[in-house]
């Protein structure tokens, strides 16, 4: 239960929409939207909803979420994500083995909304093997990750959405956030321009600013970053660098999410320089192996062993 070929596009970049919407104030405001937009089981589209894409159909979304000891925390971002699921989307929460009543508390939402699917880990996994399981479940054309305590931005998945359709270069998506405290009052207003983020393999092995709680990609990703190696340090960092190998990566200055900062975030702050070292040769060397294995020559060196 714990365990868990790509397409050649342009060059990653960095995507500017015409107009960046402003984040709202992180207070009442989200508040009042969670319960004015909160759904009932049937979720049905929400009115003003963009309109099925031209030469396709409106492409469903999976949000995949880790949870692990979330009571307290995970049910304001299950309403701040539920409000924006059209009915073919799902909210596919995967928990890892929780003790404090996560469980009972993701069955009480989830009889008040079908779209939230529950899994459970029959012993507690990890973070990064859950998300390597959650990402292979999802059924959406859009796989969208998430923490369990942070907020998602209203219009977040319509955004993406559009964006997908206006990018057909773009494969990864990494949006910026605010990061905010367990009260949702604001730290930094973006970590974009704390961690100058942006594309590169060098760069993100360097200094990672792969945040996975941001990241949104399509299901076409999938088989090039999976599995997961045993070594790497975390999911996103690992999803970011395997991506860029074969794949259209952008970064959106846009805030799609309230990041919150509350003392018990999986995040991990600081690391000491040996173990970084550690974990960049491992990612170096996984690298090579994914690519070699992306371009087929792999399984001929192995055949020729």
Known sequence: ??????????PAG???????????????PIHAWLSMNSRSAAHPARPGAPATPAGGARPTISVVMAAYQGVGLIERQVLSIVAQLDGDDELLILDDASTDGTVEVV???????GCIVLHGNPENCGVIRTFESGIQMAKGDIIVLADQDDVFMPTRLDRCRDFFAQHPAADLLVQDCTEVDSHLATLRPSLFDVLDSGPGILKNLYRNTFLGATMVFRRSVVPTVVPFPQ???????????????AHGVFFDRSVGILFVRH???????????????????CLAVHLLLRRMQIAGLLAHVLTRR
């Open 263 to 281: 003392g018990k975030n999986q995040t991990p702050t600081r690391t000491p320089w040996g173990r970084r070292i550690r974990w960049r040769l």
């Open 14 to 28: 960095r995507w500017k929409p015409a107009s960046t919407p402003a984040s709202p104030h992180p207070h009442a």
């Open 231 to 245: 070594c790497i340090p975390m999911h996103d960092i690992w999803i970011g660098l395997a991506a860029s190998l």
């Open 107 to 113: 069955r009480r939402l989830q009889s008040q909304y």
């Open 1 to 10: 239960m714990c365990r868990g070929a790509a397409v050649k596009v342009p």
